[in-house]
């Protein structure tokens, strides 16, 4: 593996960098935004509802066929290049949700070349923003441009998920790569994850959106998310169904109290997430859609059991300041970000008081969205 050297700040699109490694200019080029999700976690492998938005930074894919009989594959922000075929898995995590995007058209009868593979992305990695999703559905389009494939935004997003769970090791759900293919930056998206039936919704006027990063990397991510969707599935299976999503919502859960412990909590979040979704895409004020993130933080808190102290503390520091509407983790969860809700003209300055009370108790948060450094 070797490293190939990035271009400064402020070159010009299609994708800085590009050239620069591999001697040539890109023959397509696409990007594709990271995501924060509002409402709605733990619900879209449950067949349910979630309302994700698109955030500012974006992950940009430049393509050329090469002529040779490997790919060449470079990530500016990791620093790394590489070489693969599409007979043998990459190592690296990041190459294989490429890798997974390629032989994922190609199994859906793409002639995909041997191709030089340029990726830049400001999204941030590892704290539950979706940059593998964004990472995929820019490599789909970069790939339907250069090849003229048929496939719509929707399609698109099926074979990012595909990729995902067949060769990165991710049973995750449809939301992200939904998001990362059809959501944006001022309204967010209303996705039933069963018919995939979608409409935008309008933030409540007065409110803007913040996330933090809590400093915690996520750890048990994997492990416990898949737990967490096996859990759903035994519970589904002694309820009759084949998904939780069958049950006939918030009137099923006096049955669901009846499941041993945990799978009754697990259930009982599922419910109430899609409850708490479909309330806040009705159109409530800010104050109503900051109750329903609350109250959506305390459900995984208690119920799901993916939260951890740290964001716990910092969830509560944003709960309390006078100008958040409300405040959850965002993500799988076990770590990484908050999302909250705020007062547009004071949000700043309530990310600094928050920060700097959750340092004082030992924690090392950041601002990831209003971005605070897009470089490029
Ligand atoms: C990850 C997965 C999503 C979703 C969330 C939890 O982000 O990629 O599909 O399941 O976890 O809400």
């Keep these: 593996m ?37 409402l ?141 293919s059809l959501a944006d930056t001022r309204r967010a998206l209303l996705l039933d994850t069963r018919s995939l039936a979608r409409r935008f919704v309008p933030l409540p006027a007065g409110g803007e959106i913040l996330v933090l990063d809590s400093g915690l990397a996520r750890s048990l991510a994997a492990s416990g998310y898949n737990q967490r969707r096996a859990e759903c599935e035994a519970a589904a299976a002694r309820l009759g169904v084949a998904s939780l999503r069958d049950l006939p919502g918030l009137q099923a859960l006096p049955a ?24 806040a895409a009705d159109g409530v004020d800010a104050a109503s859609f900051g109750a329903l993130m609350n109250a959506s933080h305390a459900s995984l808190r208690d119920d799901y059991e993916v939260s951890t102290l740290d964001l716990d503390r910092l969830v509560a520091l944003l709960q309390s300041h006078p100008d958040v509407y409300g405040a959850r983790l965002t993500g799988a969860g076990f770590g990484g970000a908050c999302v909250a809700l705020c007062r547009p003209a004071r949000l700043a300055q309530a990310a600094t008081e928050v920060l700097e009370a959750y340092g004082a108790s030992g924690g090392q948060g950041r601002v990831l969205v209003p971005p605070q450094d897009l470089t490029s």
Excluded: K
């Design 256 to 279: 669901v109290e009846r499941l041993p412990e945990p799978l009754n909590r697990r259930v009982r979040h599922v419910l109430t997430e899609n409850d708490r979704v479909l309330r």
């Design 2 to 38: 070797t490293s190939c050297s990035a271009m400064s700040p402020g070159s010009p699109a299609p994708d800085p960098g590009f050239a620069a490694c591999f001697g040539a200019e890109p023959e397509a080029w696409a990007a594709a935004p990271g995501r924060v999700n509002l």
């Design 40 to 180: 709605g976690e733990h619900t879209d492998y449950n067949q349910g509802f979630v309302l994700p938005i698109a955030i500012p930074q974006q992950t940009r894919v430049a393509l050329r066929r090469n002529g040779q009989d490997v790919f060449r594959l470079h990530a500016r922000e990791l620093g790394l290049s590489l070489r693969f075929t599409l007979d043998t898995l990459p190592a690296e995590q990041f190459a294989r949700y490429v890798y997974g995007c390629l032989v994922e058209a190609r199994a859906g009868g793409a002639e995909v070349p041997p191709l030089d593979i340029h990726i830049a992305s400001e999204v941030p990695m590892g704290v539950g923003l979706s940059s593998s999703a964004a990472l995929e559905v820019a490599t789909l389009r970069a790939l339907r441009q250069l090849l003229a494939l048929p496939l719509d935004d929707v399609q698109i997003a099926q074979l990012a998920q595909q990729a995902e769970v067949l060769h990165a090791g991710v049973r995750c759900g449809i939301r992200d790569q939904m998001a990362a």
